[in-house]
């Protein structure tokens, strides 16, 4: 089993919900010929019809329209689940940042680096004294 990092890059398309997306991408690299149980977010940036983010401590999603731009995109992914939080930035300059909710969709691209993490597994455990799924890292 190969233990160095390996890179993988998503062009996502206008209207891609970026959760959605690398979900289904997780989701797929699980059951690949090599598969993928951990990866991480290296770099992303593009653009967002609309943003959907739910803030520290919030119970849901804040809606944010756009076109904003997608300034970083930070997480870890898995067979259990994903874990992100972005950073957009409106027409003005203003900057919001929180965990990644559906509803975060492409306006003209999205352009995310991945760092494959073969050593690795990483899983989602409910954790009691959060209330959340928590990240379980492994070494494979």
Same mark, same amino acid.
């Given at each position: 089993?190969?233990?160095?990092?390996?890179?993988?890059?998503?062009?996502?398309?206008? *209207?891609?919900?970026?959760?959605?997306?690398?979900?289904?991408?997780?989701?797929?690299? &699980?059951?690949? &010929?090599?598969?993928?149980? @951990? &990866?991480?977010?290296?770099?992303?940036?593009?653009?967002?019809? #609309?943003?959907?983010?739910?803030?520290?401590?919030?119970?849901?999603?804040?809606?944010?329209?756009?076109?904003?731009?997608?300034?970083?995109? @930070?997480?870890?992914?898995?067979?259990?689940?994903?874990?992100?939080?972005?950073?957009?930035?409106? @027409?003005?300059?203003?900057?919001?940042? *929180?965990?990644?909710?559906? *509803?975060?969709?492409? #306006?003209?691209?999205?352009?995310?680096?991945?760092?494959?993490?073969? @050593?690795?597994?990483?899983?989602?455990?409910?954790?009691?004294?959060? *209330?959340?799924?928590?990240?379980?890292?492994?070494?494979?």
């Amino acid at each position: 089993m190969a233990t160095e990092l390996r890179v993988e890059v998503l062009r996502l398309a206008p *209207g891609d919900d970026l959760r959605t997306a690398l979900q289904r991408w997780a989701d797929q690299a &699980a059951h690949a &010929a090599e598969p993928v149980h @951990a &990866a991480c977010v290296l770099s992303a940036v593009g653009s967002l019809t #609309r943003a959907m983010l739910r803030y520290a401590d919030a119970p849901t999603g804040t809606r944010i329209d756009g076109p904003l731009e997608l300034l970083g995109l @930070a997480g870890t992914l898995g067979p259990g689940g994903l874990h992100l939080h972005a950073s957009v930035a409106d @027409a003005k300059g203003q900057v919001l940042g *929180g965990h990644v909710m559906p *509803g975060c969709n492409v #306006r003209t691209t999205a352009e995310i680096v991945l760092g494959l993490l073969p @050593a690795h597994q990483f899983d989602r455990v409910a954790d009691p004294a959060t *209330g959340y799924l928590e990240l379980l890292a492994q070494r494979r």
